[in-house]
Each structure stands twice: as C-alpha cells, then as structure tokens.
C-alpha cells in the first residue's frame, strides 16, 4: 500500500482526517457543485455526483446543504465558479505528489500549493512531471481481525475486483474504478465493513523516507490538506506504519 493509502487509513481510524467538519463540508460541496456543473444535477446518470453525495452523506451533512451545492452547480442559485486544477511536483527525498484543487482564484491556489511544496523540502514541477506514477482505482481497506477472510475474498473477487492485497495489519481490495460502486454495493450488502473506500490514484513505485525527510514529508501532507482550495493529496512515499503512527499522534 502507498504511504498516502497508509496515512489516509490512519487518519480515518483515529478520527483525524478532516477533524474539523467545516472544513469537510467546504471540501465536500466545491465537489458536488463541480460535478453537477460538469455532469448535471441528474444523480443516476451522474457517477461522480453519486459519489460526491454518498462521501457528504457519510459525513453526515445535512440534505438541503447537499441540495443545495447541487443546485450552484446546474446554475440553478449563483454561485461561486471553480475550476478544477492538479498541480505536480516533489517532495523531500523526491517523493511524487499530485494535489487536486477547485479554485475560484487560479493565481492564488498555485502561489499557495508552491509555498507550501517550498516550506517543506519540496518543488512544484511541470504538468506530467509525476502524474504517469499514478493509476487511478478503486480502493477498499479492511481491518485484520474485523472482518471474515475467505468471505471478503469471496465477494469481492465476484464483485469483479482486480486484486486483494494482504498488508500486515489490513486486507486491501483494488478494483477497476469503472466497478467500484459495484464492488462497494456487494461488499455493503454483505456487511465487510471497511475503514478506507475511495477512488484514489494508486503509485506504481515508492520511495522509502525515513528521518527527517519523512518528518517533512508529512508536514508537507497535513499542510496541503490543510489548504483552503485543495481537494485530495497523492503521493507515492513508504514511511513505516510505527512512524506514521507516531506522527499521526
């Protein structure tokens, strides 16, 4: 598993990521509203706003603000206009990044995405520099000891996933992103209860951080999800589990 899936799990089971919700619920209606600009307000033919809602809904927000995002999104109340942005470079140790943003002021997004890459060991580099590192996929994360192997093997792998992954305190499940909510509607359906499911982009190699470097690595990970404009965070780091732990205190 990446060290971004690993600190992203982390996160989730301490109860960290996005501790504060106002900054969850922000993050959350930039991306409904951008996926009913792109996609429309219709829920069943609009994958993304599918997704969009059901990540709100886990979160707990309240429908009419959902309803709402949707609606700035098909123009139907004003609204803010974002653009989507993905912004390349490097961290310490030359770790590959990638930061998603919706920004409604492209100027300043990417003098604050390039201060943040600066202050922490880190350079903002050309589109395409790290992106072909990357593989976009469906991901699920299963707790050791929380869940029935051969039964998560089992429906899963029917679901049509591509791949089940055995780390050493979790089970992993890789599908084609194109078969995620299936695989995500089976595997509820027979109630495998997991603690990380997303479509994420998933590293093809790694680099291994200790130290210092990896100190700053993850000061440049919680400083970019910090940020206002910013959406998701990928990188293809190996920091060991007792470490991010540690840091994740």
Not at 133 to 155: N, P, S, T
Request: glycine share 10%.
């Amino acid at each position: 598993m990446s060290g971004h899936s690993k600190w992203s799990t982390i996160k989730r089971k301490k109860g960290a990521a996005d501790a504060k919700r106002g900054k969850a619920f922000s993050r959350l209606i930039k991306e409904i509203t951008i996926a009913a600009k792109m996609g429309g307000g219709d829920v069943d033919g609009n994958p993304r706003l599918r997704a969009a809602i059901a990540a709100a809904k886990a979160e707990n927000m309240p429908k009419d603000n959902i309803e709402r995002a949707i609606k700035k999104g098909t123009g139907e109340i004003e609204g803010a206009s974002y653009e989507e942005i993905t912004y390349e470079g490097y961290g310490p140790g030359g770790v590959a990044v990638l930061v998603d943003t919706l920004s409604d002021n492209r100027n300043r997004t990417t003098g604050e995405v390039r201060h943040i890459f600066t202050k922490n060991n880190g350079s903002l580099g050309e589109g395409g520099c790290v992106s072909w590192i990357f593989d976009k996929k469906g991901f699920f994360v299963f707790e050791k000891g929380r869940i029935a192997e051969e039964k998560l093997f089992e429906v899963a792998l029917e679901a049509g996933a591509e791949d089940i992954r055995e780390e050493e305190n979790t089970f992993e499940v890789v599908t084609d992103p194109r078969n995620f909510e299936e695989v995500k509607a089976a595997i509820d359906e027979n109630k495998l209860d997991y603690i990380l499911a997303e479509i994420t982009l998933i590293p093809k190699t790694t680099v291994k951080l200790e130290g210092k470097e990896a100190e700053q690595m993850i000061r440049l990970m919680e400083t970019m999800e910090e940020a206002d404009d910013v959406q998701k965070v990928y990188a293809n780091f190996d920091i060991a589990d007792e470490i991010l732990e540690k840091m994740s205190d």
